[in-house]
């Protein structure tokens, strides 16, 4: 079984930074892709960034283009969201999920076969 692991989330002011990571024990290299994903209550589940672990790839939601940075680190089995310039807006809970089941939907929105537990980001005004 592979379980994801997030950390890294926390209370910040807005235009403040956090960075978030994703840890898939012994298993990230072997992944196909891994994605950040959140969701504020009362809202849907939304894709924020996507990166194809083999290529380096990545992709972004429109919200958060210039602002998130998604990478990976193979040696450490971990890939990160830096987040920079962060608003109220970005408050939710960030899950990352691994391995992707279905390509349908687009890379923001693939179905993928783990995921973790969330990490709670809040950024104040």
């Known amino acids: 079984q592979v379980q994801p692991v997030e950390s890294g989330g926390g209370s910040v002011q807005a235009g403040g930074s956090l960075r978030l990571s994703c840890t898939v024990p012994?298993?990230?290299?072997?992944?196909?892709?891994v994605g950040w994903f959140r969701q504020a209550p009362g809202k849907e589940r939304e894709g924020v960034a996507t990166i194809f672990i083999r290529a380096g790839t990545s992709f972004y939601a429109d919200s958060v283009k210039g602002r998130f940075t998604i990478s990976k680190d193979n040696a450490k089995n971990t890939v990160y969201l830096q987040m920079n310039s962060l608003k109220p807006e970005d408050t939710a809970m960030y899950y990352c999920a691994a391995d992707v089941k279905s390509y349908r939907n687009g890379p923001l929105n693939y179905e993928y076969n783990y995921w973790g537990q969330g990490t709670q980001v809040t950024v104040s005004s």
């Open positions: 012994n298993s990230v290299y072997k992944m196909n892709a």
